[in-house]
């Protein structure tokens, strides 16, 4: 029998949270992932996010992962919408698959996370959300953006909770933080 060992951290070595920063155009669905992720029920009423929201929420163990959920109207300044101290673990870049201009939208979104202090070097996952939809315009031939940035690609459903749990498997598993 392996002997018990009893480990204390000092809190200043403790591990901080791990953060996520979800981006993307307005209405693709960032906010009701955030609300997936907490297991709060799906809005119909579309409230755009002005700004940045941080949302703790938990999975798997005792530290909390913060997630910031940075408003579509961002484009253009997302450098000043996060915490000069947090860089985060994951970026999560999302477009709507009902919505062509919104993948359109995709480079200028990855060209300012990679303009982020170590943004380049920071993890990507590109999301597809509505995949539920039965307005999907955007057929698979199409979706080339991931290709081209040698980025993984899910498509999910924020509504529905489709490949939710793959999406946080993925980032954990990607990421170590479990």
Do not use: C
Request: net charge positive.
């Amino acid at each position: 029998m392996l002997p018990t060992v009893s480990i204390r951290v000092k809190p200043s070595v403790a591990r901080r949270s791990p953060t996520l920063l979800l981006v993307g155009d307005s209405a693709v669905g960032k906010t009701s992932l955030v609300a997936q992720l907490k297991g709060a029920p799906f809005q119909t009423k579309y409230i755009p996010t002005v700004g940045t929201d941080v949302h703790p929420f938990s999975y798997g163990n005792d530290l909390p992962y913060l997630l910031y959920d940075l408003g579509g109207s961002a484009k253009g300044s997302v450098k000043n919408m996060i915490p000069h101290q947090k860089t985060p673990d994951l970026y999560l870049l999302m477009f709507d698959l009902t919505n062509k201009s919104s993948h359109e939208s995709l480079a200028g979104w990855r060209k300012e996370l990679r303009n982020l202090p170590g943004g380049s070097s920071i993890p990507t996952i590109l999301l597809g959300n509505k995949s539920d939809s039965t307005e999907r315009r955007m057929d698979e031939k199409e979706i080339t953006f991931h290709l081209k940035e040698r980025l993984p690609y899910m498509e999910i459903s924020a509504k529905t909770g489709e490949d939710v749990q793959s999406l946080l498997d993925y980032f954990f598993w990607t990421t170590g933080h479990i």
